[in-house]
């Protein structure tokens, strides 16, 4: 059974920083791909950042130079290190994981999703 376990939201002010974590267990441990969406009210499911087992990564223009995905396998946690947050980083933020040819930001290429951790931006 695959589990995902977020955690490390909250709330901060404009221009701070958040280190998501992602615990995942019951998983393969060859060619999976996980990455980090968000959805926020009113908003589509976006795709933010994505990385594969042997260390790719692939990240959204919207945050291209203020995020980094990462990944330590000894503890099977997947992190997104969010600096320079903005009021529109507002949003839950979910952890996923695919097997296959990745990295990927496309939601529909993923099998397990966690439940979630909210993340809040205000100036």
């Known amino acids: 059974q695959v589990q995902l376990v977020e955690s490390g939201g909250g709330s901060v002010q404009t221009g701070g920083s958040l280190r998501l974590s992602c615990a995942a267990s019951?998983?393969?441990?060859?060619?999976?791909?996980m990455a980090w969406f968000r959805h926020a009210p009113g908003k589509e499911r976006e795709g933010v950042a994505g990385i594969v087992s042997y260390g790719a990564t692939i990240y959204a223009d919207s945050v291209k130079g203020r995020f980094t995905i990462s990944q330590d396998n000894a503890k099977n946690t997947l992190y997104l290190q969010m600096n320079s947050l903005k009021a529109e980083d507002t949003a839950m933020y979910y952890c996923?994981?695919?097997w296959g040819l990745g990295p990927t930001l496309h939601h529909s290429r993923f099998t397990y999703w966690g439940q979630g951790t909210q993340v809040t931006v205000s100036s």
């Open positions: 996923a994981i695919g």
């Open positions: 019951g998983y393969t441990y060859s060619n999976y791909y």
